[in-house]
């Protein structure tokens, strides 16, 4: 198993995904199990027979995050260093076509939300952009063609 990067809070949300599984979703799949149970002939039981099979997807995905967590790397932010584009960078771009500015910050693949600005640090745009500094132009193959971007500023 590869190691996975997280930040702290991303970590923590993925505990705390697991004891959700195990504490509030385990026990209805259990309850749903033992009232198909109750329903007689389990030959010709669909609800026991689905009850189950979502018992045992359940438990595969509980062992995924698991292996996870145990598997998992926090980055530690005060070792990194703002003069290039990393993990954890706050990019402030310009598209060179548009002129417009626009900001991402690159985080683990788990943690990537394109609403709050967050891109996976293994997507085109960001792998564009590692190690690259401020005033740097950068051109970036995407889906849609070819972007051109500014380096504006690097923060955490």
């Known amino acids: 198993m590869e190691v996975k990067y997280y930040t ?3 970590l923590e949300k993925l505990k705390e995904e697991i004891n959700k599984l195990k504490t509030i979703e385990r026990p ?6 033992a009232e198909a149970r109750d329903k007689g002939d389990l030959s010709e039981n669909a609800e026991y027979d689905a009850a189950k099979n979502a018992q ?19 980055i530690d932010e005060s070792k990194l260093d703002n003069s290039k584009v ?27 939300d394109l609403k709050s600005g967050k891109i996976s640090v293994t997507s085109p745009i960001a792998k564009g952009l590692l190690g690259k500094v401020v005033g740097e132009n ?10 051109t971007f500014e380096i504006i500023k690097i923060s955490r």
């Open 8 to 10: 702290k809070e991303g």
């Open 28 to 33: 209805l799949i259990s309850q749903q199990i």
């Open 56 to 74: 045992s997807m359940l438990e595969l995905r509980i062992s995924k995050m698991e292996e996870l967590v145990s598997n998992a790397k926090i």
């Open 86 to 112: 990393f993990i954890l960078s706050k990019v402030k771009l310009k598209n060179l076509k548009t002129e417009k500015l626009i900001t991402y910050t690159l985080v683990p693949e788990s943690e990537a």
């Open 138 to 147: 950068v051109e970036i193959i995407v889906p849609a063609g070819t972007m």
